[in-house]
């Protein structure tokens, strides 16, 4: 085993440390490290988007980033979403509510693209949002209810 | 998939990274924004057995107008502060053009301006962008700098002049000239993917409104950065018209370009793609450069 870096940063708000190895992917340290199993890996080169979460408020591809570069950072995945146990964040309502997932191994990746798109865009278009989600890949809805609950959830009525 | 090991460093300033190269550059690979090379790493394609991480140089991020009108921008500047730059829409246009068909939004958070054209890759929009605004790259090595034209700097597929203990720095983008419009054309099959073709185009009209100049640079068509000056010739001294915009189009569709093909295009398919993004980004270059 190689000689292990030290690794201290925040996720969802909570401060950790660990001792990894430099080549070790910042998906994997979230998932084995960490044990926040919500992001997902599919590809591991950057396509399709499963492992996306924010850093610093941007989203990213967790598996093209090294567990030490996030050193110092702030994170977000998705378990930092829900504002307590009882209560789901306003997206995750919309995908409930308007069937945005199936398999669900794509969602997590979506919500996280989605966050601060909507942040910067509180009442997209449909496409605006098809453009915002190009780098996420579905393999299940066929992406028309994910439109859905994306327009649901930015366009109260 | 999983990167195999490796010796890893972050240096804190440009002085430490280019003692780093001095001592280890031929065993090493400069990690910049990673979208590309930690793929390759992921895949096992690329085993280096010492990692130099720049993402720790603040130094290496900035842009700053320049005095020739220009823009310059420190290697490690994030892709997605180019695309949302104020500075960078008014002084170069042709990068407000390209920078949203590079990859997906995350892609452009982390990837970086100096990476992604010391990477080469003949698929991507940046060097196409550099090679048709005449931009110049500035690279330090152990005790010395230079500058080199784009043209210069990008050699062959994934090739630039970028040595093993070279350290591209600043990018330097020249000020765009009174007179002139910009296009940036490429058709994906989804957004975000690579282009099957692409083209860059810069017309700049003289007083009477003819044509004084052009330029056209293709993406995906060759082994970099392919241009077509005889087409982009025949432009000169014209005035506007879609038979003219047509004959440039097929003058640099059949004789000047080398598509490949790939699993998404044949070359066939390429050259047709070539044709109809050099009359739309003519037409709007020219627009732009009127207007």
């Known amino acids: ?157 | 998939m999983k990167p195999a090991p490796f010796v890893y460093h972050a240096p804190e300033s440009v002085d430490q990274a280019i003692e780093l190269l001095g001592e280890v550059g031929e065993d090493a690979k400069l990690l910049a924004g990673g979208q590309s090379l930690v793929p390759a790493m992921n895949f096992r394609i690329l085993q280096p057995s010492v990692l130099i991480d720049l993402n720790r140089i603040d130094a290496l991020t900035y842009l700053e107008p320049t005095d020739d009108g220009g823009v310059r921008m420190g290697a490690m500047t994030r892709q997605a502060a180019v695309e949302h730059s104020e500075e960078v829409a008014k002084r170069v246009p042709l990068l407000q053009l390209a920078m949203p068909l590079i990859a997906h939004p995350q892609i452009r958070n982390r990837g970086t301006i100096g990476g992604s054209l010391a990477h080469a890759d003949p698929a991507a929009e940046l060097p196409v962008a550099a090679v048709a605004a005449d931009a110049s790259f500035v690279i330090r090595h152990n005790g010395s700098q230079r500058t080199v034209a784009a043209p210069e700097f990008f050699q062959g597929m994934f090739t630039t002049d970028l040595g093993p203990q070279d350290l591209l720095v600043e990018i330097q983008w020249p000020g765009t000239p009174a007179r002139t419009g910009w296009a940036f054309e490429e058709v994906t099959r989804r957004s975000g993917d690579y282009a099957m073709a692409g083209v860059a185009a810069r017309v700049t009209l003289a007083q009477d409104g003819a044509c004084e100049q052009a330029r056209l640079v293709y993406l995906n068509v060759g082994d970099g950065p392919t241009l077509a000056p005889q087409a982009a010739d025949m432009l000169r001294g014209q005035s506007r018209s879609s038979d003219l915009f047509a004959e440039a189009a097929d003058k640099a569709a059949a004789d000047e370009i080398f598509p490949f093909g790939n699993v998404h295009a044949s070359p066939n398919y390429q050259r047709h793609l070539a044709r109809v993004l050099t009359i739309r980004a003519l037409e709007n270059a020219w627009q732009r450069a009127a207007g």
């Open chain 1, 1 to 157: 085993m190689q000689p292990l870096h030290t690794v201290r940063l925040t996720v969802n708000g909570q401060a950790y440390e660990r001792q990894v190895e430099p080549r070790l992917l910042l998906s994997d340290f979230l998932r084995h490290e960490l044990a926040l199993t919500g992001t997902h890996v599919g590809c591991e080169h950057g396509v399709c988007g499963a492992c996306t979460i924010l850093l610093d408020g941007q989203s990213v591809r967790s598996c093209l980033m090294l567990a030490v570069q996030a050193e110092g950072h702030e994170l977000k995945t998705v378990e930092g979403l829900a504002p307590s146990p009882d209560e789901l964040h306003p997206l995750q309502q919309a995908f409930w509510e308007k069937h945005g997932l199936q398999c669900g191994f794509c969602t997590a990746g979506i919500m996280m693209t989605l966050v601060p798109f909507l942040e910067t865009n509180e009442r997209p278009n449909e496409n605006q949002i098809r453009e915002a989600l190009s780098g996420n890949i579905c393999r299940c809805t066929g992406y028309q209810h994910i439109i859905d609950a994306v327009l649901h959830a930015s366009h109260p009525s």
